[in-house]
């Protein structure tokens, strides 16, 4: 009765994954929407049928799609022409046939106001506070991007990477926020040890 059981797990779980296994790689892409060839937004199921072209660099540059919104993970998205929309290439093994859906839309604009509103609240409410607190956060992007995640992918270990890189963010952030004085190194030394336990 268990070697049956152990035959039908692995039944259940192989197969799925064989079929899975057969379909290509996905690449996301930017594009735009350049015609609106259907569209029912009045009802409980709107819809739009848009044709997208690909801007991004690549294999399909200049492609054109042609997407229903209901086939994706936008839906109650108003779309327009000319609107910046981020498109999921997924190339299907079967046929080669290329099938695009929608994932997002592109915040890239909206994202970079943010920004620049959050710096200059930090600066105008924290003053001096404020700019170091944005210096800590930038040396901590820097460490997290331009350390641990390269030496991570590159296959190093992964603890001791994660350590130093956090007591690089941890020194600087104290630091630059508190001083260099004797209660700011004994705080970094008590949360290093912390640090270094829980690793």
Do not use: C
Not at 94 to 104: I, M, P, S, Y
């Amino acid at each position: 009765m268990k070697k049956l059981a152990i035959v039908l797990l692995l039944f259940f779980v192989l197969i799925p994954a064989t079929s899975l296994a057969q379909t290509a790689d996905t690449v996301t892409a930017r594009g735009e929407v350049i015609d609106i060839l259907d569209e029912s937004l009045e009802t409980d199921d709107p819809y739009q049928v848009i044709v997208v072209r690909i801007t991004s660099r690549g294999a399909y540059e200049n492609e054109t799609f042609t997407i229903d919104s209901r086939k994706g993970y936008t839906a109650g998205l108003r779309y327009q022409v000319d609107f910046k929309q981020r498109v999921e290439i997924s190339l299907v093994s079967q046929g080669g046939e290329t099938t695009a859906f929608l994932t997002d839309i592109v915040r890239l604009q909206s994202l970079v106001i943010l920004g620049i509103l959050f710096v200059a609240a930090t600066l105008v409410v924290g003053l001096w506070r404020g700019l170091t607190s944005l210096i800590g956060l930038a040396v901590t992007f820097g460490i997290l991007f331009g350390f641990i995640l390269p030496f991570l992918l590159a296959g190093h270990p992964p603890l001791l990477i994660t350590i130093v890189g956090s007591a690089g963010i941890l020194a600087f952030s104290l630091f630059i926020s508190h001083g260099l004085r004797k209660q700011t190194l004994v705080a970094f030394m008590a949360t290093l040890v912390g640090l270094i336990i829980t690793g």
